[in-house]
């Protein structure tokens, strides 16, 4: 079972900068794709960008293209660079993993793992 770990939510105020990384456990064809999704309490849960190695392809939610980067760290980490950061952005961002991008460009579809999650705080 692949594991997800988060690390560098936390809070900052409006323009700021954050970024997030998500390290799993083990490079598998399952987690060929590497990035976040994020969830606000009472809404719905939102994609917002992915890596796919080894091409290198990325997909960026409208809301946040521009100001987020994803990136691959290395063959089992990918970043999350949050810049121009809105009080909108406030957020439990979860990494997330799965064999095909369309999980993310797909409204509804499910990854096959997640994260804990890590807490994105956007004070005005």
């Known amino acids: 079972q692949v594991r997800l770990e988060e690390s560098g939510g936390g809070s900052v105020q409006a323009g700021g900068s954050l970024t997030l990384s998500c390290a799993a456990s083990e490079y598998a064809l399952n987690t060929h794709c590497r990035g976040w999704f994020r969830q606000v309490v009472g809404q719905e849960r939102e994609a917002v960008a992915v890596f796919c190695g080894a091409g290198g392809s990325t997909w960026y939610a409208s809301s946040v293209e521009g100001r987020f980067t994803i990136s691959e760290v290395n063959k089992t980490t990918v970043a999350l660079q949050m810049g121009d950061l809105k009080t909108e952005d406030t957020a439990m961002y979860y990494c997330?993993?799965?064999?095909?991008?369309?999980?993310?460009?797909?409204?509804?579809?499910?990854?096959?793992?997640w994260g804990q999650g890590t807490q994105v705080t956007v004070s005005s």
């Open positions: 997330a993993a799965d064999r095909t991008l369309n999980t993310w460009k797909t409204l509804g579809r499910t990854p096959r793992y």
